[in-house]
């Protein structure tokens, strides 16, 4: 059973900074790329950032050069730095990753989602 836990959302003041972080836990092979998505009241969910296995990292335009991403040393863990943020920065938060297991079959990649962090920007 795989799983992937968030933590480090709350209520915070415009400016100021947040940082999230997800862990990968269970029967996992390998870890591919590993990414937040954020989806806000009556809006669909959208990527934030993403980084690959070798440490490529990609950002949406909205949240380039205030959001950082990253991941542990260990690789099952990825973290999201999120610096000077805006009102329209709220959203519920969710870590995504591609994880490999060993199945009956071989090995399998499946798209795996956190239960999602609330992250909310209001003075």
Known sequence: QVQLVESGGGLVQPGVSLRLSCAASGSIFSINDMGWYRQAPGKQRELVAVITSD????YADSVKGR???????????????????????????????VITVVAVNGLVSTNYWGQGTQVTVSS
């Open 55 to 58: 440490g490529s990292t990609n």
């Open 67 to 97: 959001f950082t991403i990253s991941r542990g040393n260990a690789k099952n863990t990825v973290y999201l730095q999120m610096n000077s943020l805006k009102p329209e920065d709220t959203a519920v938060y969710y870590c995504n990753a």
